[in-house]
């Protein structure tokens, strides 16, 4: 691996979170809570790291895949690791890993905490906690491409490795210009949100924090009660409405914009998504109404709210939806496996992955049928080759396996089995809650230390979608032959 060029890239990496901070660190002398100093020292230290890291000289200059996927898993831990200094330099949270596992939280856009009093802290670090989800919505790595030109001669591979979804694409032939669109549109649309919450009564230093959090779909608030905390219907809709077009693959905005508006709707994956949200809001809908846990009125609220925010792995709630009927919760554990579109902020396995997955199951029915007809996998009337289709199945498969190992290990603080399962499904897809005793109301705080670096490892896999985190830790990689 190229070492120094992956140090250098961390190092531009902590330089521009270092700068991440500066308006935390504003906000904290605007309301004087004493976690200014926190914030002073934190930047001093971030930046100086970064400087020191970029400064390292680089003599090859050659940049592979396997490079460009360690610099993703190192920088998204270094960030992390320095991201977590605020907490407990404030003494917000005393516990670096209780620290480490908020910070990993909020950058991977997972929204799980193990804060009991959210309300209690410092603004300046509640402003924090909710930015670490708008950095981490489009990738730190992928905002350093649009603003430090060349910093890798194989950029694309940074791009590659952070970027969700089974395959990657430039939306124009300068990937600098890609990113920026992108950006852009991300920016735009956070800034719409912060306005119409504004305009709905919500205050703005709320608006702020809300808005961060639907645009990385990460769901930090900082209200206890979360959304819910504000009894504001208009605000929830505002939110619902966002946090699933955040769940819509951003290049398809870039098609809107650019006039293909047939484009837009005929996207399968995107028909997929919203099809799963309209079915999934009448379904419970019809569930809560009929249990006469409300008014068909409020059903319709809290439900189409409920569904937008989890299947986006947003996590916001407005109710306990731990105490709704059993097919409900199935319903919303179904929408924490689905995860939104390939290309969104959203995390999950992906709709265009369970697409792939139905299709290349019913392929396989058809081949028994009929063996000697050729089949193929189409989506968006485009076929998909056989290296997509082998590259979903592989993400399956280390989902699955990766899941069933964090349930055995979470398993051994002695939590029921719909705490654990859910904890880990909650992490492992960046959702946020779950059930049970990490539900709407519950937190993460009563598991062990080992349990919160099992999760935190989940949603640092779950976010990068495994193989840039595997790459980091294989023994094959940082053989002298591949340094």
């Not at 002398?29 to 020292?41: E, H, K, M, P, T």
């Not at 998504?273 to 419970?284: D, H, P, Q």
């Not at 056989?386 to 190992?405: C, G, R, W």
Request: proline content about 3%; aromatic content about 12%.
């Amino acid at each position: 691996m190229n070492i120094r060029m992956i140090l250098r890239i961390v190092g531009i990496v902590l330089l521009i979170e270092g700068t991440g901070m500066v308006p935390s660190f504003i906000v904290s002398l605007i309301y004087a809570q004493g976690d200014a100093i926190a914030f002073l020292i934190s930047i001093l230290i971030t930046a100086a790291s970064g400087f020191l890291l970029y400064r390292i000289p680089v003599r090859n200059g050659k940049f592979y895949a396997r490079d460009g996927f360690a610099a993703v898993s190192l920088g998204w831990t270094a960030i992390s690791l320095f991201g977590s200094m605020p907490f407990v330099i404030s003494g917000a949270i005393p516990s670096f890993i209780d620290a480490f596992f908020e910070t990993v939280s909020g950058f991977t856009t997972t929204g799980s905490s193990i804060l009991k009093d959210i309300e209690s802290l410092p603004k300046g670090i509640l402003f924090w906690r909710s930015f670490t989800n708008f950095m981490g919505g489009m990738g730190v790595l992928v905002f350093t491409l649009a603003v430090i030109p060349s910093i890798a001669p194989g950029s694309i591979h940074i791009m590659n490795a952070e970027s969700t979804g089974p395959s990657k694409e430039k939306l124009v032939p300068k990937l600098k210009e890609t990113v920026r669109i992108l950006y852009t549109i991300y920016v735009v649309m956070a800034t719409c949100q912060i306005i119409l919450l504004l305009i709905a009564g919500i205050p703005l230093y709320d608006s702020l924090v809300h808005a961060f959090a639907s645009a990385g779909t990460g769901g930090f608030s900082n209200r206890n009660l979360s959304v819910g905390a504000y009894g504001n219907v208009y605000a929830e809709v505002i939110i619902t409405v966002f946090t699933i077009l955040f769940g819509v693959n951003f290049g398809l905005y870039y098609r809107l914009i650019n006039g293909d508006i047939r484009g837009f709707f005929k996207d399968e994956e995107f028909r997929f998504y919203i099809g799963t949200i309209l079915v999934s809001i009448t379904l419970i809908t019809i569930d809560l109404y009929t249990h006469r846990f409300f008014t068909l009125g409020q059903s319709l609220r809290h439900s189409s709210f409920q569904v937008g925010t989890i299947i986006t792995t947003t996590g916001f709630s407005t109710t306990d939806f731990n105490l709704w009927p059993t097919f409900s919760k199935i319903i919303l554990v179904m929408l924490m496996l689905f995860g939104a579109c390939a290309g969104s902020t959203g995390g999950g396995i992906k709709c265009i992955r369970i697409l792939l997955l139905l299709k290349t199951a019913r392929r396989e029915i058809a081949r028994i049928i009929h063996p000697r007809a050729v089949h193929t996998v189409k989506v968006s009337n485009r076929v998909i080759d056989e290296n997509t289709v082998n590259k979903t199945l592989s993400y399956f498969f280390i989902y699955m396996s990766l899941f069933f190992i964090s349930v055995l290990l979470i398993s051994l603080d002695g939590k029921d089995l719909v705490t654990s399962a859910t904890a880990v499904l909650a992490t492992l897809s960046n959702i946020g809650p779950g059930f049970e005793a990490v539900g709407p109301t519950g937190n993460f705080s009563d598991f062990s230390a080992f349990s919160k670096l099992v999760f935190s490892f989940d949603m640092l896999a779950g976010r990068l979608e495994f193989y840039p985190i595997f790459v980091l830790i294989s023994p094959e990689a940082w053989k002298r032959g591949n340094i």
